[in-house]
Every structure is written in structure tokens, then in C-alpha cells.
T-cell receptor, first 114, second 115 residues
Framework: QKEVEQNSGPLSVPEGAIASLNCTYS??????FFWYRQYSGKSPELIMS????GDKEDGRFTAQLNKASQYVSLLIRDSQPSDSATYLC??????????????FGKGTHLIIQP | GAVVSQHPSRVICKSGTSVKIECRSL??????MFWYRQFPKQSLMLMAT?????????EQGVEKDKFLINHASLTLSTLTVTSAHPEDSSFYIC???????????FGPGTRLTVL
């Protein structure tokens, strides 16, 4: 059974600091990993995708993947109050090019304190 | 990424009635769309995979006769909640797999309340 685990939080971070969000997954066959941001009452918005071990940076966001440890993380630099949201980790076991539904974690509620 | 719309955004219905939710891929032809459900303070749960021109694939525990899915074109999938009951009240969200590496893009969601 595919499982994705996240600390539900809330995680409180001062404005301007680095927010670190973590996620572990159970299925070693997982191939694709995603971070979504979800504001209250809204649908998820894709922030980052990562497919190979190491770091991937996009603006203030850095995703990190370690398949051996079955661990994926998201770092948010220079945190802003607008980053306050629930961050969902999602995994997909389908190899690139296939289409498969995502398994989501329960999300980490992030609060950026002004 | 892909742009996805849903209609309606919010619906309130009486118990026992049926509700149809539309999901449209506005800028991308999608042979596959996904339907998720999210209960309050819970994460998204995949309900089914909608396949254009063929039957949908349902996740374990999801009743296919209750949640009817039709994917008649490359841009439209519909989810019909039949004989809705209060426990079906939830946030229903569809997604489309974009052209790059299985990235999924979500519609704005439909909030269903069954009285």
C-alpha cells in the first residue's frame, strides 16, 4: 500500500527565514515527486516536481530527493506571509511518460509570522 | 502547465438527488483525467482515473455505480454523484496530466453539500 507521511504541523517560521518541509514515502517504486501548495478552500497548486536524487531549485524553492532514504523535502527561502498555506507532498509510481494518479500526504500547515 | 476548469464551483442538493460535475481541460487534450475527493482537514484521495473513450478505473472502496464518470472527449470529463447522501459532502477536484513528466494540474474544485 502506498503511503506518504508528513508532519501535519503547524510549522511556524519567522518572515525571512527558511522553512523546511519534509515527507517520507513507503513505495520504493515511486518515480515522480511533487510539492503542492493549498490555500484554505482552494485546490492544490503545483510548486515543484523532482524525479532524480539531489536538489532542484526554482526561485525561492528547493526540492530535495533521496530515494535510498525514501525522503523528499522542500525548502522555502526568504519566507513571506503569503507562503502561509498547507503544503502537500505527492508521489507517483508511474515511470516518466505514463499517467497515474497521485498519492498525497496529509499536508503540513505552514505559518509565516510577520 | 495545463489549465483546468470545473463547473459548478459549489452545489447544494437534497439527499437522494444526483449531481453532475464537469471538468474541462482548456488548453491541452487530455486522454486521461483524474478525480479526487477531499474531506475537511484531510488530504486528497484519488477516486478514479477517467480515460477518454473507455471505462474509468476506480480506486478500491469507491463505488463505480455511485460515482459515474464519462470522458466523452479529449477536453471533458464528468463525474455524476448518484443518489447523493450527506456523507458524500466533500470537495471534488479533477486534474489533468500536463505534457511534462506526469505533472498534474488541478481544477478549482467543486464543493458539494448534501442536505
Amino acid at each position: 500500500q502506498k503511503e506518504v507521511e508528513q508532519n501535519s504541523g503547524p510549522l511556524s517560521v519567522p518572515e525571512g527565514a527558511i522553512a523546511s518541509l519534509n515527507c517520507t514515502y513507503s513505495d520504493r517504486g515511486s518515480q515522480s515527486f511533487f510539492w503542492y501548495r493549498q490555500y484554505s478552500g482552494k485546490s492544490p497548486e503545483l510548486i515543484m516536481s523532482i524525479y532524480s536524487n539531489g536538489d532542484k531549485e526554482d526561485g525561492r524553492f528547493t526540492a530535495q530527493l533521496n530515494k535510498a532514504s525514501q525522503y523528499v523535502s522542500l525548502l522555502i527561502r526568504d519566507s513571506q506571509p503569503s507562503d502561509s498555506a498547507t503544503y502537500l507532498c505527492a508521489v507517483n509510481i508511474s515511470p516518466g511518460g505514463g499517467a497515474d494518479g497521485l498519492t498525497f500526504g496529509k499536508g503540513t500547515h505552514l505559518i509565516i509570522q510577520p | 502547465g495545463a489549465v483546468v476548469s470545473q463547473h459548478p464551483s459549489r452545489v447544494i442538493c437534497k439527499s437522494g438527488t444526483s449531481v453532475k460535475i464537469e471538468c474541462r481541460s482548456l488548453d491541452f487534450q487530455a486522454t486521461t483525467m483524474f478525480w479526487y475527493r477531499q474531506f475537511p482537514k484531510q488530504s486528497l484521495m484519488l477516486m478514479a482515473t477517467s480515460n477518454e473513450g473507455s471505462k474509468a478505473t476506480y480506486e478500491q472502496g469507491v463505488e463505480k455505480d455511485k460515482f459515474l464518470i464519462n470522458h466523452a472527449s479529449l477536453t471533458l470529463s464528468t463525474l455524476t454523484v448518484t443518489s447523493a447522501h450527506p456523507e458524500d459532502s466533500s470537495f471534488y477536484i479533477c486534474s489533468v496530466t500536463g505534457p511534462i513528466n506526469n505533472e498534474q494540474f488541478f481544477g478549482p474544485g467543486t464543493r458539494l453539500t448534501v442536505l
